[in-house]
């Protein structure tokens, strides 16, 4: 082999050599950028906003998000972690690359001008201080559409760090700052509220819609919180879900990425006062998870849903017009029988089928019918099952006729709004005729026969098998004393007291079963606190904000409960306050526990660096406990009456 080959065949050797050796310490270079998911944002559309450390073994510590001043904070995640390990070809050397990622929920007040600019977060890595770019963001509407002439450009540099993970690319043209306006992919799972309107007429049917969109298919998914629909009379849409888990449809595209789209749950609800009605937010959560990693919990909330009720036009209204029958209804009425004989029932049956609120429509009153005497109605409402709610209500009358003759029911008359049409319109049922036979205060005798009132022309209406009465002038003065000298007399002396004694000794007994239930739950708040509280101490220690404060949260709704006796799980925090201030607790009290439990709540979706912070979290641990000792002590519901 010549020298020069020679040389040059050393040269490519310790080349290969120190690119194995170099190679696990470039894989260990960490990043640490942030990226928004479109390249313009329009007031009040949410926007998601990610940071990412890719970085080798070792940990992450004292990590700060950016000021978002200029922007309202919706929800923050994570960070999520997953772990990756490379061998090194040609070597017994391998590395580990560690992914960090924070997700923000932001949105723009109204009004808002652009551009803004989200600044840079920190994070300190192996003794350094890291830094991410600051974002641009352009205010207006995002185009999201190809450039002209063909497919989008592609980043030379972007595809440098997906074939490469965590190594910093340079395309040409560019320098080590990374670009001020980025995009990404569009968040992992969110829950989307759909109404069929947003504006209906008092009465009107409106259909909502919760869906979930996700990425990949959870393994676990939980609702945490129901959305509460006050102001608003609620049907139950059945559910095409099969038992206990969700149905998932063909996959939608949103923001250029694709999602798995489940219906969680229908309602058809119908607006029962005009003015401005609220739904407030659902709240839930997803697990993902695989065999190779951790499973990691996503948290996600809807907005609350406004819904705007009209009156009705007072145009044509019909004179005491109930506000219930809005709808398409149609009204009809029948008897079980057209002849009876006077005492005889008579059952008038008046059904009201159509479309709208029908458990709430109002079928007209019963028409006063002379010579009649009519009962309480029973009613019964039948639902068809169907989106758009349809069904029948059915109202009974039993009617009993005191005399003979013919008598007409009227045509029964149903006015109702029709929201389609914009109209009052008006449903008639048939008349009906009954003919009575017999005459008023005939009664009936053995056999069935008919007795005229004055019971001429019968001599004897006894039956042979009936012993007559025989009279007595005068009472004997034997039966007293019989009755004194018999059994009876001594059952009635004794029985007064006796049951006097038994209602007495009842009455302790029952006390007695009232204080040793207080005592059992009040035992049973304090081992359901100490073992959540243990649970919130270990969150802590962990440095697991938002699982630490899920906890207080947990244990301070479920004190409440045990001791008022009633589930708090989906009542705002107005209605937990107005609920304990009527079972007995102080109004001093009750604003700390309200407090408390907002706190946890506001605390759960803040920054991470700020709801991590060990003295508060310190704090809120004193005072949860300060708060259930509270809590054991008061006396609430029939313990501050008793």
């Known amino acids: 082999m ?9 040269l490519g050797l310790f080349a290969l050599v120190l690119a194995a050796a170099v190679a696990p310490r470039a894989a260990r270079a960490a990043s640490f950028t942030a990226e928004i998911d479109r390249d313009a944002v329009a007031s009040g559309e949410p926007f998601i906003y990610r940071i990412t450390l890719n970085m080798g073994d070792g940990d992450a510590e004292n990590f700060r998000p950016p000021d978002f001043h200029g922007f309202q904070v919706e929800q923050a995640q994570g960070p999520s972690k997953s772990t990756s390990v490379q061998f090194v070809f040609g070597s017994n050397q391998q590395s580990v690359q560690s992914s960090y990622a924070w997700t923000y929920q932001l949105v723009l007040p109204a009004g808002t001008k652009g551009p803004l600019t989200i600044g840079a977060a920190h994070v300190r890595v192996g003794g350094r201080d890291l830094v991410t770019n600051s974002v641009r963001v352009r205010v207006g509407a995002p185009s999201g559409q190809p450039q002209a002439g063909g497919s989008p450009a592609i980043d030379p540099n972007r595809l440098f760090q997906r074939l490469f993970p965590g190594a910093q690319g340079l395309g040409p043209g560019r320098d080590r700052e990374a670009p001020s306006e980025v995009a990404s992919s569009p968040a992992p799972a969110f829950i989307r509220v759909i109404p069929d309107k947003t504006r209906a007429f008092v009465g009107e049917q409106v259909t909502v819609a919760w869906y979930l969109y996700v990425a990949e298919v959870p393994n676990r998914f939980g609702q945490t919180s129901e959305p509460h629909t006050d102001g608003f009379w609620s049907e139950e849409i059945p559910s095409t879900n099969p038992q206990g888990r969700l149905a998932f449809g063909e996959p939608q595209s949103v923001a250029g990425r694709s999602y798995n789209v489940a219906l969680l749950f229908k309602k058809a609800l119908f607006p029962l006062a005009p003015g401005k009605l609220s739904i407030t937010p659902m709240e839930a959560e997803i697990a993902q998870g695989d065999f190779f990693g951790p499973m990691q919990v996503h948290r996600l909330k809807t907005e609350p849903l406004a819904i705007e009720a009209q009156a ?190 038994v209602l007495v000794l009842f009455g302790r007994a029952r006390e007695r079963l009232g204080r040793d239930s207080h005592r059992t739950r009040r035992r049973r708040v304090r081992t359901m606190a100490r073992r959540r509280l243990r649970a919130a101490e270990a969150h802590r220690a962990a440095g697991r904000a938002g699982d630490f404060y899920g906890e207080i949260d947990r244990v301070l709704r479920e004190a409440l409960s045990e001791r008022l006796g009633t589930e708090l799980g989906g009542l705002r925090f107005d209605e937990l306050g107005a609920l304990l201030r009527a079972r007995g607790l102080p109004d001093e009290q009750t604003v700390s526990v309200v407090g408390a439990i907002e706190a946890c709540d506001e605390a759960r979706f803040a920054p991470a660096a700020a709801a991590a912070d060990p003295a508060a979290l310190a704090a809120m641990l004193a005072r949860a406990e300060s708060l259930i000792d509270g809590i054991e002590r008061a006396a609430l519901g029939e313990e501050a009456r008793a």
């Not at 010549?2 to 050393?10: A, E, Q």
């Not at 009705?312 to 109930?322: A, E, K, R």
Request: aromatic letters at 6%; proline letters at 9%.
């Open 2 to 10: 010549r020298p020069v080959g020679r040389r040059l065949w050393r």
């Open 312 to 501: 009705l036009p007072s145009q044509g209204q019909p004179p005491h017009f109930d506000p219930a029958n809005v709808g398409r209804y149609q009204i009809s009425a029948s008897v079980d029988r057209a002849a009876v004989s006077v005492g005889d029932a008579v059952t008038l049956k008046v059904a009201v089928k159509g479309t709208g609120n029908v458990r709430n429509v109002q079928p007209p009153a019963l028409p006063l019918l002379v010579g009649w005497k009519s009962y309480e109605p029973k009613t019964d409402v039948a639902l068809d099952g169907a989106e758009t709610i349809t069904g029948t209500k059915t109202v009974e009358w039993l009617l009993r006729p005191e005399r003979g003759g013919k008598t007409t029911i009227p045509a029964l008359v149903l006015e109702s709004f029709d929201p389609a049409a914009k109209r009052y319109q008006t449903a008639r049922s048939q008349p009906i005729e009954i003919v009575v036979s017999g005459e008023a205060g005939a009664t009936l005798v053995a056999g069935g026969a008919a007795l005229p009132a004055g019971g001429a022309g019968v001599e004897n209406v006894v039956g042979g098998s009936i012993r007559p009465i025989h009279a007595r002038g005068s009472l004997g003065g034997e039966a007293g004393v019989a009755f004194l000298r018999s059994a009876g007399f001594k059952v009635t002396v004794v029985t007064p007291p006796l049951a006097l004694a």
